[in-house]
């Protein structure tokens, strides 16, 4: 088991920055792939970015990619979800999750645990 709580959500104007924390207890973070996915009221949940185990590799949706980062640090058992150049159609609720398998995934099912996510809202 792995237990996920987000932190760092909150109102920011457009074109500022958040950095969202995913803080993970239980088994060893580390041998866990990482991803962020984010909800907005009436749409699916979507693919963010996600990180490996290492965090050596990263991978990025298209709409966030070069405006956000991903990192970890695993002797905190710590993501986070670096946020620059917000615009008002990022707003959702983010949540951080982990993957027991190999590789990054796009998909939410290949997913084993969940945070219960934190709210951004970015005003125009």
């Known amino acids: 088991q792995v237990q996920l709580v987000e932190s760092g959500g909150g109102l920011v104007q457009a074109g500022g920055s958040l950095r969202l924390s995913c803080a993970a207890s239980?088994?060893?973070?580390?041998?866990?792939?990482m991803g962020w996915f984010r909800q907005a009221p009436g749409q699916e949940r979507e693919f963010v970015g996600g990180?490996?185990?290492?965090?050596?590799?990263?991978d990025y949706a298209d709409s966030v990619k070069g405006r956000f980062t991903i990192s970890r640090d695993n002797a905190k058992n710590t993501m986070y979800l670096q946020m620059n150049s917000l615009k008002p159609e990022d707003t959702a609720v983010y949540s951080c999750?982990?993957?027991?398998?190999?590789?990054?995934?796009?998909?939410?099912?290949?997913?084993?645990?969940w945070g219960r996510g934190t709210q951004v809202t970015v005003s125009s």
């Open positions: 999750a982990a993957k027991a398998t190999a590789g990054i995934s796009w998909s939410p099912t290949h997913y084993n645990y």
């Open positions: 990180i490996s185990w290492s965090g050596s590799s990263a």
């Open positions: 239980g088994r060893t973070f580390s041998s866990y792939n």
